[in-house]
């Protein structure tokens, strides 16, 4: 009899149902033992790779300054004795490069970095970058286990981490916990007094000590998710880490040319969803940076980018925080052309900037100087005095006479204009970014000016340009 189509799906969901099982289910322990092993087979797998790094400091001479002659005063045995420092480190190449934190080799006269097989090797520092505290080290030694960097736009908050390094000395120590949180900012600069580039981090609760710094922060994979750098206090749960991409940008130009060369734009810049006041002067707009000041001699200066301008994009891709703006200048090319898509005044355009490279700290801004005999002559008490900008004007205030702008000449003491940093010799370039080239000009845009939902004043001061936010409650 032949079998319908039917009969035959019958008798193998019969059979399925009541075939033996392959393999017994698993139980509670069961997983445990499994998740136990993978930890077990990370740590098996990621510490060949892993360097312990022992930095030597040769002790300063000392000499008496009430002595006769400048011969050094005699030392202790402990003070002829170098000091000496610790950390951690990944081997990156086979070839013998490692990376490291900057901190950790800083100042050293000698480096010596030992493997986990006991082999230990004079170290040279082929590179450093003081911005992102990343070092590269180089020893001669080949086939060397090699660590894998990880894409950290994959790694997500959640997920494991495992920290392996020497803290306290203690060398091969591995400690797990979790992703806490990504893109971190304002992390470094806390520590070492604003000196350091602004990037962002990875967030861990995986315990990190003194020693941890350089290592490995890896995924349960066995992949390097980032580069252990700094904690906040000890036994507080909350480390972080240097991002592996940004790991591997900076450490392959540190290998090619001893140095990493960082693009910027030379602004001051904030995120759109943080500067309240001029989010409401905006409605149609969502996300985006907002030029607070554009820096003498920077980029910018150079460019049609105006304060006040919202950045929404960098070659077509969105950014809505400054450390999103910075991640896609960063490894932009010096003195290329790069493409900013911009909100002004209503409008959305396009402008060409071409990134220079990064500088060190800017100038700190002018101290504000009060007017000896304040008065104005607005029609909105800001409490400030413009008049034309005159070469007479220009040299009194040592500030260039070829300027557009109405420059002020005083300001009160508590008053509107104080208070938001405007200060004698500033020039006032527009309102609500339309031009201001006259005090007559200027009064009439004040007259149209709805000072109780904000003003937009951009002003140069000093060779600065900004902007700031005006309002009657102020």
């Excluded at 080799?105 to 090797?121: I, Q, S």
Aim: aromatic residues 4%; neutral net charge.
């Amino acid at each position: 009899m032949k079998s319908s189509p039917l009969h035959i799906c019958t008798l193998l969901v019969v059979g399925l149902l009541y075939a033996p099982p392959t393999r017994a289910a698993l139980t509670n322990l069961d997983i445990a033992r499994q998740l136990n092993q993978a930890f077990v087979e990370t740590a098996d797998k990621v510490i060949p790779s892993v360097v312990v790094i022992s930095v030597h400091k040769r002790p300063v001479e000392f000499t008496d300054p009430d002595a006769e002659t400048d011969a050094p005063r005699n030392r202790s045995q402990e003070e002829n004795e170098e000091s000496m420092g610790s950390g951690s480190g990944v081997i990156i190449r086979k070839e013998g490069f490692i990376v490291t934190n900057r901190h950790v080799v800083e100042d050293a006269d000698r480096v010596e970095v030992r493997l986990k097989d006991g082999r230990k090797f004079a170290a040279i520092v082929r590179g450093v970058d003081v911005q992102s505290d990343i070092a590269v080290l180089k020893i001669e030694a080949t086939n060397l286990p090699v660590a894998n960097l990880a894409d950290t736009t994959k790694t997500r908050v959640g997920e494991f981490a495992i920290a392996i390094g020497a803290p306290f000395q203690f060398d091969y120590s591995v400690t797990f916990g979790h992703v806490s949180a990504k893109s971190r900012e304002n992390v470094i600069p806390r520590y070492f007094g604003g000196a350091i580039y602004d990037q962002d981090y990875i967030q861990t609760d995986a315990n990190i000590n003194p020693g941890n710094s350089g290592g490995p922060l890896v995924n349960i994979e066995g992949e390097v998710i980032g580069i252990n750098t700094i904690i906040r206090g000890l036994n507080t749960g909350i480390g972080f880490a240097i991002p592996a991409n940004l790991v591997r940008e900076i450490s392959d130009q540190l290998i090619t040319n001893g140095k990493f060369t960082r693009a910027w734009l030379g602004v001051s810049i904030v995120a759109l969803a943080d500067d309240d006041r001029f989010r409401e002067l905006v409605p149609g707009v969502k996300s985006g940076v907002v030029v607070r000041a554009i820096l003498p001699d920077g980029p910018a200066a150079r460019s049609d980018l105006r304060p006040s301008d919202i950045i929404i994009a960098v070659e077509d891709h969105p950014v809505s925080t400054p450390q999103e703006l910075r991640n896609e200048v960063r490894n932009k090319k010096i003195g290329a052309p790069i493409k900013l898509t911009i909100h002004r005044a209503g409008k959305q355009t396009q402008i060409e900037i071409r990134p220079g490279e990064w500088m060190q700290s800017p100038p700190a801004r002018p101290i504000l100087v009060n007017s000896e005999s304040p008065r104005t002559n607005t029609p909105v008490r800001l409490g400030l005095e413009v008049k034309a900008l005159t070469e007479e004007l220009a040299d009194r205030f040592s500030v260039p006479s070829a300027d557009i702008g109405v420059i002020v000449v005083s300001v009160e003491t508590d008053s509107v204009a104080q208070r938001n940093g405007i200060q004698p010799g500033d020039i006032i370039t527009a309102i609500n970014q339309e031009p201001i080239g006259t005090p007559r000009r200027f009064r009439e845009a004040l007259n149209v000016a709805d000072f109780k939902r904000g003003v937009v004043v951009n002003l140069t001061s000093g060779r600065t340009a900004r902007f700031e936010i005006l309002k009657a409650q102020d």
